[in-house]
């Protein structure tokens, strides 16, 4: 049964945790940035004398990187300061350092905050989720793409390296305008350039076997996060005139329970249905929130163990209102 939830009351509750803290903004970048600075110098010294150390420290700068990453979430979502050409100018940064352009992620990125859960607004921003009775029309060799496609191999290994080639690439279209167009040629640029300097200043070893890496495994990090933040057994999916904002976001994101260590490294999106219910809360108020309304206990818990058994999901059944893998729909046919 779906649950649905008092339009003023939920309002009143993201408006009171909507509201950015400048200095506490400022401080988790200027914080982020010097670790991440200060992580690379230290790694690109070791690569010669250790570079077993190296390979350590790549992980912790893709930590520091995740949380780059989600400064930049942030601000396309206008909720790190109040003002919106400050967010843009950081947002544009932390993209460029992130292999993203800013403006293209952010109007991708609110298309599927408005659409999260709507079986007839899927598409943009989302991991591609077919329904059973759309996989099965599908012809055989359709079915096989899109079994390859959400194979977890694809998704997590080669999913990262789309991400970090394929965005530097736009042309035209429904998500993608001449704003769009330019700020993806404005990263590029900037991408060339930093990348030329790391190159004169440290040699090509910092940006191929340093930087890239830890980019790398910080998007594969957060593709898997975002895997789980929607694709669970129990997701919310309803069609149209039935779908409701306020329950997708609640019960169709989940609740990600992570040692405190790593909600810290990635920006307590694991609170992931109070920042789909509120947007405008800044990722430092986001488990205040949760633990502060009890409207929030309404979302599913996954643990990362849990997180993992997710993975073999891959089809939505509008019959069972569930997300099924491809061996539950074998096993439906045999019994059938």
Known sequence: MTVRFNTTEWRAIVTRYATAEVTRSFGQLALNLSALVATLYV?????????????????????????????????????????????????FVTGVLMLTPYQQWRREHAIHHASAGDLERRGTGDIDTLTVAEYEARSRFGKLKYRLYRNPVVLFVLGPLHLMVLQRFRVPGPVTGPAQLWNVWLTNIALAATATIFILTAGWQSVVLL?????????????????????????????????????????????LRLPRVLNWFTGNIGFHHVHHLGPKIPNYKLRQAHEENGIFAAAPVLTIRTAIRTLRLSLYDEERGKLIGFRDLRARRTAR
């Not at 930590?63 to 950081?90: E, Q, Y």
């Not at 694709?231 to 989940?254: K, P």
Request: include cysteine.
């Open 43 to 91: 790694a690109y010294r070791l690569m010669e004398p250790a570079p077993w150390a190296t390979a350590l420290l790549v992980l912790l700068v893709s930590g520091f990187l995740i949380r780059t990453f989600i400064i930049m979430h942030d601000c396309a979502h206008g909720s790190f300061t109040p003002w919106p050409k400050v967010n843009d100018a950081i947002g």
């Open 211 to 255: 930087y890239l890496p830890a980019v790398y495994i910080a998007g594969a990090i957060g593709v898997g996060l975002f895997y789980v933040q929607h694709q669970f057994e129990e997701a919310y999916w309803q069609r149209g005139a039935q779908w409701d904002y306020a329950t997708a976001a609640i019960t169709g994101s989940s609740f």
